[in-house]
């Protein structure tokens, strides 16, 4: 139903026009192209906690060219009279481009003059404007941001939010439930959440040892054309401390160096003693202006750009490896100098200890190597000496990419942990013990945690920078690290290097919708922790019904879902019956969902009509998906169950599709999204009649990419489906062989001097029955198979209890591909290219002709970021003298789930101009997703090509997101002969 429209007066009805206007989730995208849906939301409707905000997004769309002149709010008022004042009601416009621009920099000067936020199909920055100007034909959205104070009594508040228009006005209802549970105030926090902000400097600039050194960066000075230290920077970095904290951050990063610099002394000077004439006045303005917001947690700057100064005698060789020294004069006397004066001038200020504040002492920032976590071990554990002589009270932390500070002589002088995300999940029973013996235990975020890991990135759904929290809270972690609040320096980089955008005009900054959305994650992670202090199983069963506990890169893609936990959380928090536990909407891959079954897009009982083709996809279900590029292609499924779900992958080659069950009205849906969502559940049919068979037909409205995924269906009360999957087929002495009972088709390399291979498969259900090649075999019972050279095939068909159910599992051996010249065909070759090839000397070092050389040792490497910038479709292109046979396709590479190729059409040609598809989506499945140099070997097949002269392999996908780049060491192809099915013994 659409939004009820009320006309505000006579002028508002004169020049009233046609436009649209709606609400939707604040966490669901709204593009410029978005228009009036189907099921349009009619009202703001918030459930709230005290202390917290929540938003929605009100979209207004027209078919002329209007002005937002204004957005009006009414107080919220509740049945009782109790009122929320319209001041704690905000709005802001979003934007799909920010026209600020990289100031001149020594970090990359190459980047300046790029726009933060080029023009974009997506909204990121929130305008600090009132107005703004709507082109016709296009949709704008307004993020409205309700706060509730702390004081605020329990109840429905309910008002109305005014869009005022050049044509028209029109009101949005909008109602606030706020329920009897507070947020911490930020400097209360369970969770710290720490920013590296730009503020005086950055990093190592403008650091200066005897008179030595380089300009300091400083925001002020040139993305607000203030003076640095000036009146009006300091009124500056109030407004930058008032929105850093009004967004839960608890500690900033603080340059005490520059701040010393600036009223007179060098941090050299501290080599030979505490100076005399120490002034500090800078330095407590800076913290003042902090501190006065609740923000008393700050971490110093790291001690590596000075212990780089220190000399060449004091710095790590290969003696540390064995035992640290004992002392380093130069570098103790600094150390002790300098931290007992900033220690001695906090404890005046009365900035230590429980009320006071909390001090962290960064060393070296990500240690990778050996003399890096030696120097590092030194430096802390001098830290921890300083501590105990002095009273102080430094915490040590440092970001630790791979977890070289677990090492033994290194651990026991870390206070705070701060492991990236993917190095926590792999060492997290290490870091819990740590964590468990009384250190804290953070984690953080970069650019390197890529899509699909929880991250901040305007390149993935804007939902998963809320979920990070959920996911952190659910593990015990206690605080969160992310590198930039606003390097923009860096310039675009998939918003790893800045959340907020500068705003000039205004003094500020301009927020943005990935840092509204961490706010919210912030505040779901203390609701969640108040939760999980009254009822610990409901706290995790809701984090863990929107993050797999097994793999937090699985998550709901609904926001919609996501706003109905939030919800439950409030009230079950508050003590109210919050209702039955909400199912999820849009289960992530392998949740269980009670009572229903899934069916793959390769099922057999699902019925295609038109062009479909199956695609390869890493994060799809079952690891790829069935696709369709042409109107009016079909697919059909009939079933017997109360509702069935739609799962498909989104993104921006995707179209708008019609969706009907049982010839019903269909539903339009468009597809389309300018980020890519794997697995999502797009529609949903409940309610269907019992006994009867029920058909969902899913059509391809306008030519462009339609990728099924699966289906799920939702059985009646008491309804039985039958499992006839198996539960493992065991196929001993066999690389790079890794069974899933979901997965029906395998290929398996065979060693040449392998005669034979054994077989058990073993059923799930033990009342089920199979056949192998036909010939019925126990359940449980190892064959003995014959493997010619070439390749063969054992075809498992599977039949459960219920006599109905049934699978086909395939699987080929291959045997005879051998690399070795005139057997692997590509050793021939008299061309070799690829589109992705790298420059200059790389091009001689990782070119295509690695991939043929016959040496697994040399690898074909992508340019790193070339598909960033070049996406899919890639190709390498490989041509011969003399005409070529081959059925058979090889890949070699390590860490095949990291960087193989994972998608390719095959296509041949007789003059290299005009070419011919002869396979489309073959497939290359890898298994192993660790960088341990284990080479790996997948083989595809081949339709039976001969006369081949021109050969291009067109990749369509690959894994190349962890290293921005996908390897090939070995590309082989053969001519096997074909034997089919094979006997049995």
Not at 507 to 519: G, I, N
Not at 646 to 652: D, N, R, Y
Not at 723 to 745: K, M, N
Request: glycine share 8%; net charge negative.
């Amino acid at each position: 139903m659409g939004l009820l429209l009320l006309p505000l007066g006579p002028l508002a009805q004169a020049k009233s026009a046609r436009f649209d206007v709606w609400v939707e989730n604040a966490l669901r995208t709204i593009y410029r192209t978005s228009t009036l849906p189907q099921n349009a939301g009619d009202a703001i409707r918030v459930v709230s906690a005290r202390n917290e905000y929540e938003s929605a997004q009100i979209a207004l769309r027209s078919i002329e060219p209007l002005t937002i002149s204004r957005v009006r709010f009414s107080n919220l008022v509740s049945a009782s009279g109790k009122v929320i004042d319209n001041k704690h009601l905000r709005h802001r416009f979003e934007e799909y481009e920010d026209n600020a621009t990289v100031q001149p920099n020594a970090f990359f000067p190459d980047r300046v003059g790029r726009q933060l936020y080029p023009q974009s199909a997506l909204p990121d920055p929130l305008s600090n404007d009132r107005t703004v100007k709507v082109d016709a034909n296009s949709t704008q959205p307004i993020f409205v941001t309700s706060y509730v104070p702390t004081s605020t009594t329990p109840g429905a508040y309910e008002g109305t939010v005014t869009v005022e228009t050049t044509r028209g006005n029109r009101v949005v209802p909008i109602r606030v439930s706020v329920f009897d549970v507070t947020v911490p105030a930020t400097s209360d926090a369970t969770i710290d959440q720490y920013h590296w902000t730009m503020t005086n400097g950055f990093t190592w600039d403008g650091l200066r040892w005897n008179g030595e050194g380089s300009q300091a960066y400083d925001v002020g000075q040139h993305y607000y054309g203030v003076k640095t230290y000036s009146d009006k920077w300091f009124t500056l970095m109030d407004n930058f401390a008032q929105t850093l904290a009004d967004y839960r951050t608890t500690m900033v990063w603080i340059r005490t160096d520059l701040l010393l610099q600036a009223t007179g002394t060098e941090l050299s000077e501290f080599t030979e003693g505490v100076p005399d004439d120490l002034d500090w006045s800078l330095f407590d303005r800076y913290v003042e202006t902090f501190r006065r917001h609740g923000i008393t947690a700050f971490a110093n700057q790291h001690l590596i750009h000075t212990l780089n100064k220190m000399p060449d005698s004091e710095k790590p060789d290969a003696s540390w490896n064995t035992e640290l020294p004992d002392e380093l004069p130069v570098t103790d006397a600094y150390l002790e100098n300098y931290l007992t004066a900033l220690n001695q001038h906090l404890q005046e200020k009365g900035w230590t200890g429980p009320d006071g504040g909390t001090w962290y002492q960064h060393i070296l920032d990500e240690p990778i190597t050996d003399a890096q976590k030696n120097w590092w071990t030194y430096v802390a554990r001098k830290i921890k000496q300083i501590n105990a002589q002095t009273g102080a009270e430094f915490r040590t932390m440092d970001a630790d990419p791979n977890g070289i500070l677990l090492g033994e002589q290194t651990k026991d002088h870390v206070d705070t942990w701060v492991p990236l995300t993917p190095a926590f999940e792999a060492k997290k029973e290490e870091y819990k013990a740590q964590q468990a013996a009384g250190q804290d235990l953070w984690v953080y975020t970069c650019e390197v945690n890529t899509p699909p890991w929880l991250n901040r990135f305007w390149s993935q759904p804007t939902l998963t920078g809320r979920l990070l929290f959920w996911n952190l809270q659910r593990q015990g972690v206690q605080g969160h690290l992310h590198w930039a609040w606003n390097a923009w320096y860096v310039g675009p980089w998939n918003g790893d290097s800045y959340i907020v955008y500068p705003d000039k005009e205004h003094l500020t900054v301009k927020s943005s919708l990935r840092y509204e959305a961490h706010r919210d994650g912030l505040e779901d992670y203390e609701l969640l922790h108040q939760l999980q202090q009254k009822d610990p199983e409901l706290a995790r069963r809701i984090a863990d019904s929107a993050v797999s506990p097994e793999d937090p890169r699985k998550y709901t893609l609904d926001p919609a879902y996501i706003k109905t936990l939030h919800d439950y959380v409030v009230q079950a928090a508050a003590g109210v019956d919050a209702g039955d536990f909400p199912d999820p909407t849009s289960p992530y891959p392998d949740q269980e969902v009670p009572s229903t079954y899934l069916v793959d897009d390769t099922d057999t009982s699902l019925t295609y009509d038109g062009d479909w083709f199956s695609r390869k996809r890493q994060y799809a279900y079952l690891g790829a998906v069935t696709m369709s590029e042409t109107a009016d292609d079909a697919l059909a499924y009939t079933f017997d169950g109360s509702g069935i779900d739609l799962i498909v992958e989104k993104g921006t080659t995707s179209g708008k599709v019609s969706i009907s069950v049982d010839g019903g009205e269909p539903e339009i849906i468009d597809l389309y999204e300018a980020v890519r969502y794997d697995y999502a559940t797009v529609f949903r049919a409940r309610d269907l009649a019992a006994g009867v068979p029920h058909t969902i037909r899913v059509v391809n409205l306008d030519g462009k990419e339609l990728r099924l995924d699966g289906l799920r269906v939702h059985l009646h009360p008491g309804q039985q489906h039958g499992d006839a999957s198996l539960e493992s087929l065991d196929i001993p002495g066999v690389r790079d062989y890794v069974f899933d009972g979901r997965l029906t088709t395998y290929r398996l390399l065979i060693p040449e001097e392998r005669d034979s291979v054994t077989v058990t498969p073993s059923l799930t259900d033990p009342e089920g029955s199979l056949t192998i090649n036909g010939t019925q075999v126990t359940d449980g019972t190892t064959v003995t198979v014959d493997v010619p050279v070439g390749k063969s095939t054992l075809r498992i068909r599977t039949t459960a209890g219920d006599g109905t159910t049934s699978m086909l599992y395939t699987v080929e051996f291959v045997k005879g591909a051998v690399n070795t010249p005139g057997t692997n065909v590509s050793r021939s070759y008299s061309t070799i290219t690829a589109s992705a090839t790298r420059s200059g000397e790389g091009g001689v070092v990782y070119g295509p002709q690695k991939m043929v050389d016959g040496d697994s040792g040399t690898m074909f490497a992508a340019e790193q970021g070339y598909t960033d910038a070049h996406p899919f479709p890639h190709e390498i292109v490989t041509t011969w003298d003399q005409p070529q046979s081959m059925n058979t396709l090889v890949m070699q590479t390590p860490s095949g789930v990291l960087q193989g190729i994972t998608d390719v059409d095959v296509q041949t040609s007789t003059d290299g101009s005009t070419w011919t598809t002869v396979a489309r989506g073959v497939q290359l499945r890898w298994a192993r997703d660790e960088d341990d140099g284990v080479m790996e070997s997948v083989a595809a097949d081949l339709p039976e090509l001969d006369n081949v002269t021109h050969l291009r392999i067109k990749i369509n996908d690959a894994n190349y997101t962890t290293w921005s780049m996908y390897a090939v060491y070995e590309l082989e192809l053969y001519d096997l002969p074909d034997h089919g099915e094979i006997a049995i013994g």
